[in-house]
């Protein structure tokens, strides 16, 4: 029997509280964006269980690229909603967590059964960790780096691609040092506290090539386009490389904008007279 002077049940049929009946249309396919993507991502386990390495991480970047979509389709839609920030949150915990955590153990770190369990266990919690993070963070204002243009560690998405460079390296090569399991752990667990890290890092909105490179911009676009389809795993292996390289441009560009940002917070010192006095203010 329920006790309807309890407060709690009171809140719980509230009309105000009372959850929505349903999505709406323009939310269904975001959504369902997302939703293809955590299939992806698990899709990509399987693939590692039989030993398809290959088509295992093409599912997990294709759930990154499916992630990079949803986003974009809600806002395009006005179908952003707290519903999907929560599914988009869980999705890439799965895909970008827990899949590459386990197709890594099972290509090399199976060999190291507690050190390399371990290390994936380090990746997986540290990314879902971020999320948590940025979870908690999406009604705060007080964001430095987001309000400065730069995201706060290396996103989800990129930091399991950024864990499946050996693989590349490997697959195109062939070199078995690539997949030694003693480095593959160590990179593992590097990636995982760079996830979680408080390293400021370029986002798209800060890559703004100038003017008169745009056009070369869009050739290089399409050279790497073709570079995929015809050498995908070193063409990885090189914009993964890349984007490594970028971290210490983040950190530094970074660095610059809170300088600049100090320096005009702090009022410029009153002119002094020749009696050692301030000149006084101009009345105007």
Known sequence: MIDESDPLVDDRLSPRRRLARGLSMRAIV??????????SGLTGIRFAIAGDFEKSVQAVILAGLLDGIDGRAARLLRAQTRFGAELDSLADSISF??????IVYLWTLHQLPSLGWIASLAFAICCVLRLARFNARLDMLDQPHKQAGFLTGVP????????????????????????NDVAVSIWMVLIAFLMISSVPTLSWSKLQPP????????????LTVAALLTEPWYTLAVITLG??????????????????????????????????SSAPSDPS
Request: proline fraction near 9%; aromatic fraction near 6%.
């Open 243 to 276: 984007y490594i390289a970028l971290i210490p441009l983040g950190i530094a560009s970074y660095a610059k904008v809170r300088l600049r940002a100090r320096d005009q917070a702090i009022p410029a010192p009153a002119a002094a007279t020749g009696d050692g």
């Open 97 to 102: 967590g827990v899949a590459p955590a386990l």
């Open 30 to 39: 975001p959504n369902a964006i997302t939703a293809a993507a955590l299939c």
């Open 156 to 179: 989800a998405p990129l930091g399991a691609g950024l864990a499946f460079l050996p693989m590349y390296l490997w697959i195109a090569t062939g070199i078995p040092e690539f997949a």
């Open 211 to 222: 003017r008169d490179l745009r056009i070369g911009l869009i050739a290089v676009v399409g």
